[in-house]
Structure formats: C-alpha cells, structure tokens
C-alpha cells in the first residue's frame, strides 16, 4: 500500500509506477474545503485511478494528512462535520464522493491533534455506510501521536490500519539526533497496536521512503531517498549517511519486509512512493522481492568463514594481544620489515587489532568479494574474564561490518570456557546452567532476532566448538524458554540435543589421516537430520615453537591442493552450510585471509569454485580482491589528513556498495 500525493505532477507519476508491485494505492490528501463538507478534488487525480484500476491495484482517497492537525482552520472544521449535529451528512457526503470518482474506499489519516472525542462514533458510522457498499475503510495512525486516544474498539472497524512505525525522530527536535525509523522501532510499534487487539490481519507496517537530517545536514523538511542515494554513492546499503541523514536503506527495508513476512501481518505501507529510488536500488522493488520471492529451486549453500576476533594490536589497543605474542613473541620489535608474532605466516595487512574499525570493514569486504556469504564467529561470551570482554567488543565491531556488506552471522560458542570461570570462581559450579542460560537468552534478545544472522528455517545456528562442557540434558535446560530452539551443530559428531554436527580439521596424524577423518564424517553424517562441511588449507599450528603446548600436528597446504579438494567436496555434498576454517587462525595456520606467504590465492579458488558449483549470480573478480586492502592501507596511510577523510568514506560506501571499477578509479586519484 503506497501514500501518492497529489501535489505532484500525477498525469507523469502516474505512467511511471511499476503497479505490479502494489495493491493498494492511497491519494494524499483531499480535505473538506466549507462547514457542509464540500471535499476539493484535483483532476489529477484522475489519471492515477484510471492507471490503478486498469492494472488492478484497489485505489482510496486518503483525508486529513497533517495539514488536519497543524491548520487550525481545518482542524476546527474536522471538528465540526464530525460532531453529533453533523456527522451523518458528512459521512454521506464522503460516500458520494467516493462513488462519483470511482474510488475504492476511504483511509482516515487524521493523528495527534486531529483525534478528538468524535473520532469513534465517526470511525463507526463511516463503516456502517461504506462497508454495505462493498467500500474499504483504512487509517493512519500513530502511537506516539494520537493513537492513544483511539479506543480499541474502534480499531475493529478498520479493514487495515497503516501503522506509521516513523518519525521517531525529526527537525522538531534539533537536538535529540537519531534513527527515525529503526527496525526495532518497527517491531514495538506493531507489537503495540497488536497488544491493543488489532488483528494481525489488519496490521499493516508503514515505512518511510526519506529521513531527516541533523548537524551540519540539518534542515526543516525530510530528505528523499532518491535524493539520498543520488549525493552520496552507495547509500542504499547504508541507514545513516553524511554528517548526519537517518533513513531506511534497502537492508533494513528488507528486513522489515521480512518481518511482516514472518509475522504474517496484512502487509506494508509507503510514505511515500515518488521518494523511490530506481532498478536495483529501488526501495519498492526490496519491498515486493521480499513479500513475493520468485519460486526457486533448493537453495544454494552458504559459504561461512570461521573468524576469530581475539586480537589485540598498537594502536587500538595498549597492549599487543596473547594471540600476537603468546607470550612468548614481541611484536614492538620490528625485525627485517615485520613484527614478530605468534604465527608461521604473515597477514598482508600487518598485525592487526580485531576491534579496528577499518580493518573489520576490509575483512568483510574481502568476504564479499571472495563469494563469502557471511562468518561463525568464535565467541566465549559477554564476561569480564581474560580477553573474552575484547573478544566480545571485537565481535560486535565484526557484526557491524558483515551487516554493512550484506553478509550473515552465527555464533560459535565456546562453552570450554567454562571451567575456567568455575575454577576462577566467577560462578560456582552449580550456577554454570543459569550462566549459559543467561548467555542464550542475551543472545535472543540482541542477535537471533537480527534478520542478519544464520536462520535455519525459524531456529538461529548456533555451533559448540570442542567436546563440550554441557551434556544433553543441561542444554534441553539452557534452551528452554526461548521462542525456538536453535539449530544446534556440535564438533565432529552429533550429541543431543543437536540436529547435526560441524567439521572441522584433524591434524593429529598427518594429512591423509586428516582425509580419513573427514570420510568418517561424511559416511556419519547420512543418518543425521543436517550437517555441515569443514574446507581448510592446511593445519600448521605454532604451538610448540611458542612454548605454549605440543603441536596438535600438521596437515599440509599442498600447494593450494588441500583447500580445493576439501571446498570442492563441501559443495558437492549438498549441505546448506559449508564452514571454512578458519579466516584468520593464525596461529594454527588455517587462515584464508590474504597472507605474504600466499597472497590471494585461497580467495581466488573460492570465487572460482563458488562459480562452477552455484549458480547465482556473482560479480566479482579477483582484481576485486585487491581493492578491499588498497583502501585499508590509504586509510591508515591517510589518517591524519582530514582532507582525505570525505574522500575515504565515498570509496568505502563504493566498495560496499558492489561497485568495484568506481572505487578502483577514486582509489587511483586518492592514492596519488
């Protein structure tokens, strides 16, 4: 359902939309212009309901709008024509109306102000003449403006209710700067109006097509996506852009158009439909592509990469993280052009510190541009013990990032923390299923509801990394009360209560024995509800050189070979989910982040397998590959020249963006 108003040129407008994509279109606004309810009417009207009912999109005049609540003249006049003495010929009047211009039914938009004591008795004799007439009755309405003054009675008498889930936030209040339209703002909203006992049947979620500005971009009217995406490059995949606009970009338009989808409300409205952008950056199109998917076949598998966010490096940090040093390695000491650390390899980027900001937007943009579809990432929990507080800050910033760049997320929980924070008497013993509890049901809250992260079906992936400190029966407890179980994937082997299992390599007796292992897996893995492939390159741990353990063993890189075959077989097994272990190890040796050893070579076989064995459609090139780290170089390189800043950012949003030869070519200027 779309808002058109009708102070544009509606004789063009009306041949440019895609109806295809709607249902309902809402003419904005025609209001009482005397105190006998005498409507004005716009002939350009007339073209747009003509183009409706010719591609069978229902058509409503909508009334009132926000001049009924700031025009003190129309207000009173509402007023009046809606007051005992007054309303059944007002109502009649609108009858007539609607029947004389061929229209389909009326959408009440009257909010804040506007609702006075006569708004139900009105809302009710309108729907006693309008329903036998086989004429739609809709509103608009508001939680924070007005729409605590509707009874819940009332609400009933709607066929739908547009709920404007917007305008949280606005030039009114120059000074409380933010996000008008969040999708948690969505969500409490509709949970609201539900909670009111408006039918889900009726509930239709409004989203806005513009935002507002503050700071430096501040000013006294709403800024149109189309004019959004046309000043800065790349904003479609972005909600904030500038210094500083809020808006709704094509994920989060996505997102809520999911959840109307999951929640399985009446549909979606649009304020308003001329603020669309075009093709592929069109929010409408979002909108329609996510309510009516196109049927397809099985769906491709996903390629997930096991990431690590445990490092600590100069200058983010103090202190150069144990999985730098291992305390054993000192990085401040540079030797032949390279810092020392606790790896038999070395990332192309340098040492690097996981909760950089640059550097988690160029590892997922590297993903991006791999054909990676999103990360498991290695996560110990939100406590203040040993580095799992940085490792949770890390993982929030890599969240951010994969979000940024469409990619999805899970968690790898590493419940061998456990014991631990026991023996360091964090908890007792007998507290470590509340613990886990606590920890799951944060995760409900904060990521499962997130349309960015790893769904099977309704149920969240979540794998347990190691034996497992939990048994069966601690984890039914640990999952109960929450809305869905997750998926659960424990290590190598199934163990209740999970519906499969995740590989992962075996070095302990060499290559081929790791080969073996891997059949195992595969062979077990027929009798189990799912399961999830291991790709690896090589297993080359540094353990022992650092003095931390004995090497759990080696598994060799083969010259690439180890990684192909490994990916290769993954994606031929038919699972939905293909781990790839790891992104960044390096400590054990399995990273597939670009490195000096290997430079691209294990993104590059995944891009070219990726094409060979799914068929969507992918993009990019290995050339793409390069660009990511470019960036990341001249951003550090550039960092304390404010000039280059605007510059970065455009480039960062083209990346982004998809759009890699546009990047290529600002790089080239920048870089001079």
Same mark, same amino acid.
């Given at each position: 359902?779309?808002?058109?108003?009708?102070?544009?040129?509606?004789?063009?407008?009306?041949?440019?939309?895609?109806?295809?994509?709607?249902?309902?279109?809402?003419?904005?606004?025609?209001?009482?212009?005397?105190?006998?309810?005498?409507?004005?009417?716009?002939?350009?009207?007339?073209?747009?309901?003509?183009?409706?009912?010719?591609?069978?999109?229902?058509?409503?005049?909508?009334?009132?709008?926000?001049?009924?609540?700031?025009?003190?003249?129309?207000?009173?006049?509402?007023?009046?024509?809606?007051?005992?003495?007054?309303?059944?010929?007002?109502?009649?009047?609108?009858?007539?109306?609607?029947?004389?211009?061929?229209?389909?039914?009326?959408?009440?938009?009257?909010?804040?102000?506007?609702?006075?004591?006569?708004?139900?008795?009105?809302?009710?004799?309108?729907?006693?003449?309008?329903?036998?007439?086989?004429?739609?009755?809709?509103?608009?309405?508001?939680?924070?403006?007005?729409?605590?003054?509707?009874?819940?009675?009332?609400?009933?008498?709607?066929?739908?209710?547009?709920?404007?889930?917007?305008?949280?936030?606005?030039?009114?209040?120059?000074?409380?700067?933010?996000?008008?339209?969040?999708?948690?703002?969505?969500?409490?909203?509709?949970?609201?109006?539900?909670?009111?006992?408006?039918?889900?049947?009726?509930?239709?979620?409004?989203?806005?097509?513009?935002?507002?500005?503050?700071?430096?971009?501040?000013?006294?009217?709403?800024?149109?996506?189309?004019?959004?995406?046309?000043?800065?490059?790349?904003?479609?995949?972005?909600?904030?852009?500038?210094?500083?606009?809020?808006?709704?970009?094509?994920?989060?338009?996505?997102?809520?158009?999911?959840?109307?989808?999951?929640?399985?409300?009446?549909?979606?409205?649009?304020?308003?439909?001329?603020?669309?952008?075009?093709?592929?950056?069109?929010?409408?199109?979002?909108?329609?592509?996510?309510?009516?998917?196109?049927?397809?076949?099985?769906?491709?598998?996903?390629?997930?990469?096991?990431?690590?966010?445990?490092?600590?490096?100069?200058?983010?940090?103090?202190?150069?993280?144990?999985?730098?040093?291992?305390?054993?390695?000192?990085?401040?000491?540079?030797?032949?052009?390279?810092?020392?650390?606790?790896?038999?390899?070395?990332?192309?980027?340098?040492?690097?510190?996981?909760?950089?900001?640059?550097?988690?937007?160029?590892?997922?943009?590297?993903?991006?541009?791999?054909?990676?579809?999103?990360?498991?990432?290695?996560?110990?929990?939100?406590?203040?013990?040993?580095?799992?507080?940085?490792?949770?800050?890390?993982?929030?910033?890599?969240?951010?990032?994969?979000?940024?760049?469409?990619?999805?997320?899970?968690?790898?929980?590493?419940?061998?923390?456990?014991?631990?924070?026991?023996?360091?008497?964090?908890?007792?013993?007998?507290?470590?299923?509340?613990?886990?509890?606590?920890?799951?049901?944060?995760?409900?809250?904060?990521?499962?509801?997130?349309?960015?992260?790893?769904?099977?079906?309704?149920?969240?992936?979540?794998?347990?990394?190691?034996?497992?400190?939990?048994?069966?029966?601690?984890?039914?407890?640990?999952? @109960?009360?929450?809305?869905?179980?997750?998926?659960? &994937?424990? %290590?190598?082997?199934? !163990? #209740?209560?999970?519906? +499969? =299992?995740?590989?992962?390599?075996?070095?302990?007796?060499?290559?081929?024995?790791?080969?073996?292992?891997?059949?195992?897996?595969?062979?077990?893995?027929?009798?189990?509800?799912?399961?999830?492939?291991?790709?690896?390159?090589?297993?080359?741990?540094?353990?022992?050189?650092?003095?931390?353990?004995?090497?759990?063993? @080696?598994?060799?890189?083969?010259?690439?070979?180890? &990684?192909? %075959?490994?990916?290769? !077989? #993954?994606?031929?097994? +038919? =699972?939905?989910?293909?781990?790839?272990?790891?992104?960044?190890?390096?400590?054990?040796?399995?990273?597939?982040?670009?490195?000096?050893?290997?430079?691209?070579?294990?993104?590059?076989?995944?891009?070219?397998?990726?094409?060979?064995?799914?068929?969507?459609?992918?993009?990019?090139?290995?050339?793409?590959?390069?660009?990511?780290?470019?960036?990341?170089?001249?951003?550090?390189?550039?960092?304390?020249?404010?000039?280059?800043?605007?510059?970065?950012?455009?480039?960062?949003?083209?990346?982004?963006?998809?759009?890699?030869?546009?990047?290529?070519?600002?790089?080239?200027?920048?870089?001079?």
């Amino acid at each position: 359902m779309a808002y058109v108003p009708n102070w544009i040129d509606l004789n063009t407008f009306a041949d440019k939309i895609d109806y295809a994509k709607l249902t309902h279109i809402n003419i904005a606004f025609e209001n009482p212009t005397n105190d006998t309810g005498d409507f004005s009417y716009s002939s350009k009207n007339d073209n747009l309901i003509a183009h409706a009912h010719a591609n069978h999109v229902k058509i409503l005049l909508s009334i009132g709008g926000g001049a009924a609540s700031g025009d003190k003249v129309l207000l009173a006049r509402y007023f009046d024509l809606i007051s005992d003495a007054k309303r059944a010929a007002f109502v009649g009047k609108i009858a007539a109306f609607l029947d004389l211009h061929h229209l389909d039914g009326l959408d009440v938009d009257l909010e804040g102000p506007s609702i006075n004591k006569d708004y139900g008795a009105f809302i009710h004799d309108l729907a006693a003449v309008l329903k036998p007439q086989g004429k739609l009755l809709t509103a608009a309405l508001s939680q924070g403006y007005g729409g605590k003054s509707v009874s819940d009675d009332t609400l009933a008498y709607f066929d739908f209710v547009n709920i404007m889930a917007y305008d949280g936030a606005g030039y009114w209040a120059p000074n409380a700067p933010g996000q008008h339209s969040s999708f948690e703002f969505a969500q409490q909203n509709v949970t609201y109006w539900l909670g009111r006992g408006l039918r889900k049947s009726q509930a239709v979620l409004g989203v806005p097509f513009y935002g507002y500005g503050f700071g430096t971009a501040f000013r006294k009217r709403d800024y149109p996506y189309s004019e959004i995406i046309a000043t800065f490059p790349g904003a479609e995949l972005v909600d904030q852009v500038g210094e500083t606009i809020w808006y709704n970009g094509l994920p989060t338009i996505r997102a809520k158009a999911k959840y109307v989808l999951d929640e399985d409300l009446a549909g979606m409205m649009i304020w308003s439909l001329d603020y669309d952008g075009k093709d592929e950056r069109s929010l409408l199109s979002a909108i329609a592509t996510t309510l009516n998917p196109t049927p397809a076949g099985p769906a491709a598998p996903l390629l997930l990469a096991h990431y690590m966010p445990w490092y600590e490096a100069h200058p983010t940090n103090k202190e150069w993280g144990w999985h730098w040093t291992m305390n054993h390695y000192h990085p401040e000491q540079i030797k032949d052009g390279r810092r020392p650390a606790a790896s038999h390899y070395y990332p192309l980027v340098g040492l690097y510190d996981g909760g950089d900001p640059d550097l988690v937007e160029c590892q997922a943009l590297l993903m991006k541009f791999a054909g990676i579809d999103g990360v498991l990432i290695d996560w110990y929990g939100t406590d203040d013990y040993l580095d799992y507080r940085i490792n949770h800050h890390n993982t929030l910033a890599m969240i951010d990032a994969v979000k940024k760049a469409g990619l999805k997320y899970a968690i790898v929980y590493e419940d061998a923390s456990v014991p631990g924070m026991i023996e360091a008497k964090r908890f007792p013993k007998a507290q470590a299923v509340a613990h886990a509890r606590s920890l799951l049901q944060w995760m409900q809250r904060q990521w499962f509801t997130d349309p960015a992260y790893l769904m099977a079906g309704d149920r969240p992936v979540l794998l347990d990394f190691g034996a497992g400190y939990y048994q069966s029966d601690q984890w039914n407890q640990i999952f @109960a009360g929450l809305p869905h179980p997750p998926a659960f &994937y424990t %290590e190598s082997t199934r !163990r #209740a209560p999970a519906v +499969g =299992a995740f590989d992962w390599p075996q070095p302990a007796k060499g290559t081929e024995n790791s080969f073996r292992e891997m059949d195992r897996f595969y062979a077990a893995a027929k009798d189990w509800p799912t399961f999830m492939p291991v790709a690896f390159p090589r297993f080359h741990d540094i353990y022992e050189q650092a003095g931390v353990q004995k090497s759990w063993g @080696a598994i060799e890189d083969r010259g690439g070979k180890t &990684y192909e %075959e490994t990916l290769e !077989r #993954a994606l031929k097994s +038919g =699972a939905s989910f293909l781990q790839l272990a790891t992104w960044n190890d390096w400590g054990e040796g399995t990273q597939i982040e670009p490195s000096v050893e290997f430079g691209y070579r294990d993104l590059e076989t995944t891009q070219r397998l990726r094409r060979q064995h799914i068929k969507t459609p992918f993009p990019y090139t290995a050339q793409d590959l390069r660009l990511p780290i470019e960036l990341y170089q001249l951003q550090k390189r550039l960092a304390a020249d404010p000039k280059s800043q605007t510059g970065l950012k455009e480039i960062s949003a083209l990346l982004f963006a998809g759009k890699p030869a546009a990047a290529r070519e600002r790089l080239a200027k920048l870089a001079k």
